[in-house]
């Protein structure tokens, strides 16, 4: 009887330890897949890199003007646009590469300055939400910001303004 206990106790206490195991490994596997995804670049996780490369003024419509250079960060770009009347508008054109091994995509695009302007518009051509980035594709794209032509109380806009790219692995 003694001995049955002793080898039920070891049998328990086994099993404990393949389960602790188990459980550190599944720890450091999901650590792994969140470094994976997440949009920041450490520098020690070349896997991930999905960043804009290049920002360019593509053309100027009405009185807008585009007093300062746009400049960008991996998933921001930047613009301070000028608008004196309604049809306003600026044209960039922003390239996008994948850098890293992993395949992205698109999540949301979304404005840094949400719901602060309803009469300032956003059209964005090249990409949409849920396109895929392929590992070391790059992709042009084209975003006009402009003063929208049903705009009631027309005002000069003087602005920074900014657009996000939230890109997420692709499964």
Do not use: C
Request: no cysteine; glycine share 6%; aromatic share 10%.
């Amino acid at each position: 009887m003694i001995a049955t206990e002793k080898l039920k106790n070891r049998v328990i206490f086994a099993l404990l330890v393949v389960i602790m195991v188990m459980v550190v490994a599944i720890v450091v596997l999901a650590q792994n897949n969140l470094t994976k995804l997440s949009g920041e670049n450490t520098g020690n996780n070349s896997d991930w890199k999905v960043t804009f490369t290049n920002i360019t003024t593509k053309s100027i419509t009405g009185n807008a003007r585009d007093e300062f250079q746009p400049y960008f960060t991996e998933t921001h770009a930047f613009f301070h646009v000028d608008f004196v009347a309604p049809g306003d508008a600026v044209t960039y054109e922003l390239e996008i590469a994948n850098l890293g091994k992993l395949d992205a995509k698109l999540n949301k695009i979304s404005r840094g300055e949400e719901g602060k302007y309803d009469f300032i518009k956003y059209d964005i051509q090249g990409i949409k939400e849920g396109d895929v980035l392929l590992k070391n594709e790059k992709r042009i794209v084209t975003v006009t910001v402009k003063y929208d032509l049903t705009a009631t109380e027309a005002h000069e806009i003087e602005e920074d303004l900014s657009v996000i790219f939230d890109f997420v692995q692709n499964y």
